[in-house]
Nanobody, 123 residues
């Protein structure tokens, strides 16, 4: 079992920055992959970014490339999402997720999910 706790969400003006954190606890795996997804009201959950825990392979959704950066600190079992140049359309609940099998990381078929953290970008 893996527990995930997100933090760092909040209200920010367009053009601003936020850094989300996701702390993993419980049973962890060297091959686990971590992803960030988001869900806006009335919309489906969508992929944002993913990173493999040991290999450092990274994926981004096209609309966040160049603005968001996913990173990890294995010593702290924590994954981060640095979000810069935020836009109003980035407003959503952001979820951290963990996946045991490193395949199709852009699909929301993950094994464990956090509770989500709200990010609101005002104009």
């Amino acid at each position: 079992q893996v527990q995930l706790v997100e933090s760092g969400g909040g209200l920010v003006q367009a053009g601003g920055s936020l850094r989300l954190s996701c702390a993993a606890s419980g049973r962890t795996f060297s091959s686990i992959a971590m992803g960030w997804f988001r869900q806006a009201p009335g919309k489906e959950r969508e992929f944002v970014a993913a990173i493999t825990w040991s290999g450092g392979t990274i994926y981004y959704e096209d609309s966040v490339k160049g603005r968001f950066t996913i990173s990890r600190d294995n010593a702290k079992n924590t994954v981060y999402l640095q979000m810069n140049s935020l836009k109003t359309e980035d407003t959503a609940v952001y979820y951290c997720a963990a996946k045991l099998e490193i395949v199709r990381l852009w699909v929301p078929e993950y094994d464990y999910w956090g509770q989500g953290t709200q990010v609101t970008v005002s104009s």
